[in-house]
């Protein structure tokens, strides 16, 4: 097997085409599945819709069984045990595809994601025979209980307890925020444990619904994906088999970040499909609408709205699927499941990133949309209103935006100082030379600009996370401001890199118009992307310094940009705007 890519490695090593997925890449077999799931999507779900919006429970768990006949509920399960046991890219392409009904689809995603897989990786095999093939057929609902009302991102210090008693463990507590919690058979619960009185850490157990003393809260009044099922949990004295431990004791940090990191990647994906459907739905909206005696899509502040958006689709698309054929290419389906769960692990730097691009970029499209809609936008008639409600929970599930941020820098830091990535000594050496570096782009041919723009970036933050680390070592963890900066600027890296190597790989396959097409997105993106690393270094820079030390690195900063030629940003809006216009929407998917 080749050498393992590195989670992190895009910082100090280019990226190479023959070592990146693109979509323009699926299988026969991938675009079937597509299709299969977009038809199903529309001719079974999307029917529903209003039904489903008034929390038809029944009805949910009867549309989750008619996905189990096209194999979807299965979809991550071996075919061992009754599933598909599809790759990581088929994964992100449901996610995708599934995602134009948001009350289904985290139905969908949590029997198919947190509430199974915690099983799939980390069970042993009788529980994996007793549970895993009726999952597969939806005659087992699960749910995922990790959440407290006094710890949400602070997961890590729960308080409900199981007691080992003989051959039970005896469960009290409470958990909060449980989707699928009012329609599920069995629940992923996550608990202190303790045996003879010695607390022995976080453990995972397989609690069914039927259990004495087990209770369920009513469904909470949510704003957005109200047709879901989302409930407290109540826990009195509730005996557990302990054939129901999952695991090892005191090792259930393990699947609850494990899991987390799978739901990140998956999260992202899901929403640049969601942003995806309600640009289309924005685009045919603004050619039916008209004002001042022309249609509103002929106007230039719609047209910018639109292209914004499909550069930001663009290379959240790009990333993801890129960190999708990593994973497949270093984690063969037959490697042993622990071992995959630390090889997908490896990645959590680009999970999160894509989680909380993927997220701010569905907010910032419904948004956007919602204002194209005009007053009907604000409507709950037209689509435009419920995308909004729905979007909102995105960037708060799957760890918070702000904790993601957060993971990002903290991984990397991790990295740095275990030597997995050589990042301190290629900082502080351009930390020492930055003040007398001079750009001069070199002639790469196909998007010179670009990939120097891209050089650049990285370079910036050598410079700033060497400056930061300089003056707080370690405890940058706590100076959150600054790290969760260098996160930003990171999160630009890895998305613009994809953007870029997507196109130069369609390029060198000799497909000229579509690399264009792309390369076309990338320069605007990189045009908005340079402007916010600008705003975030600056950030970091006037943390750590003042007076004419903040001028000097300030100064030295912005002669790393000066080179950059703005492209002519109308002309820019209009060749973009006019495609989505011609498309109906996001014109460069592949599936």
Request: charged share 25%; with cysteine.
């Amino acid at each position: 097997m080749a050498e393992i890519i590195k989670g992190g490695q895009f910082l100090v090593e280019d990226g190479k085409t023959d070592e990146t997925f693109i979509p323009e890449e699926f299988t026969q077999e991938h675009k079937l599945i597509a299709k299969t799931a977009q038809d199903f999507m529309e001719k079974e779900i999307l029917p529903y819709d209003n039904e489903i919006e008034k929390k038809n429970l029944d009805l949910l768990k009867k549309l989750l069984k008619k996905s189990a006949e096209y194999g979807f509920t299965g979809a991550e399960i071996s075919e061992k045990y009754g599933g598909m046991g599809i790759d990581k890219r088929t994964s992100m392409i449901l996610a995708e595809k599934f995602s134009i009904q948001s009350s289904f689809a985290i139905t969908w995603g949590v029997q198919v994601g947190i509430g199974s897989l915690p099983i799939v990786y980390f069970g042993n095999e009788e529980q994996k025979k007793k549970y895993l093939p009726k999952i597969a057929k939806a005659e087992l609902i699960g749910a995922y209980a990790l959440t407290e009302p006094c710890c949400g991102s602070d997961a890590m210090n729960i308080k409900t307890k199981a007691i080992l008693d003989g051959d039970y463990w005896i469960i009290n507590g409470q958990k909060i925020f449980i989707t699928n919690g009012g329609i599920a058979d069995f629940y992923i619960v996550f608990a202190r444990a303790y045996i003879n009185g010695e607390d022995k850490g976080i453990t995972a157990f397989i609690v069914e619904r039927d259990r004495e003393g087990f209770s369920i809260g009513n469904e909470y009044h949510k704003m957005g994906m109200i047709g879901s099922s989302t409930v407290p949990l109540f826990f009195d004295n509730v005996k557990v088999p302990k054939e129901n431990q999952l695991y090892e004791i005191g090792k259930g940090h393990r699947i609850a970040f494990g899991i987390l990191n799978i739901g990140r990647y998956k999260l992202g994906a899901s929403t640049i499909g969601s942003s995806k459907y309600i640009l289309s739905l924005g685009v045919k909206y603004s050619k039916e609408r008209t004002a001042f005696g022309k249609s509103i899509s002929e106007f230039e502040l719609i047209r910018e709205k639109f292209a914004k958006i499909v550069s930001y689709i663009y290379v959240g698309e790009s990333a993801s699927y890129r960190i999708a054929g990593y994973m497949d290419k270093f984690i063969p389906s037959d490697i042993e499941p622990s071992l995959a769960i630390e090889r997908i692990g490896e990645y959590a730097i680009e999970h999160s990133i894509i989680k909380v691009f993927g997220s701010e970029v569905l907010d910032f499209t419904v948004d956007e949309i919602l204002q194209t809609y005009g007053g009907y936008g604000y409507i709950e008639d037209y689509p435009a209103a419920r995308a909004y409600r729905d979007s909102r929970i995105n960037r708060i599930w799957e760890g918070t935006n702000e904790i993601n941020r957060q993971v990002i820098t903290g991984m990397l830091l991790r990295k740095a100082l275990k030597g997995e990535l050589p990042l301190i000594p290629l900082a502080l050496k351009f930390a020492n030379e930055v003040i007398s570096y001079v750009p001069e782009m070199p002639n790469y041919g196909f998007l010179s600009r670009e990939k120097f723009a891209i050089d650049i970036f990285k370079k910036i933050f050598l410079m700033v996370s060497a400056l930061a680390v300089q003056k707080y070592g370690e405890n940058i963890r706590d100076a959150q401001i600054i790290s969760s900066s260098i996160a930003d600027i990171v999160s630009h890296i890895f998305l613009a890199e994809s953007g870029y190597l997507r196109a130069l790989k369609l390029l060198n396959m000799g497909d000229e118009k579509r690399a264009n097409e792309c390369a076309n997105l990338l320069e605007f993106y990189i045009y908005h992307a340079i402007r916010d690393i600008e705003d975030k270094a600056i950030k970091v820079l006037s943390s750590l310094y003042s007076g004419d030390e903040q001028r000097m690195y300030i100064s030295t900063l912005r002669k790393l940009i000066r080179w950059y030629e703005f492209p002519n940003y109308s002309k820019v809006v209009n060749e973009i705007a006019k495609k989505v216009i011609q498309n109906n929407g996001y014109y460069l998917s592949a599936i």
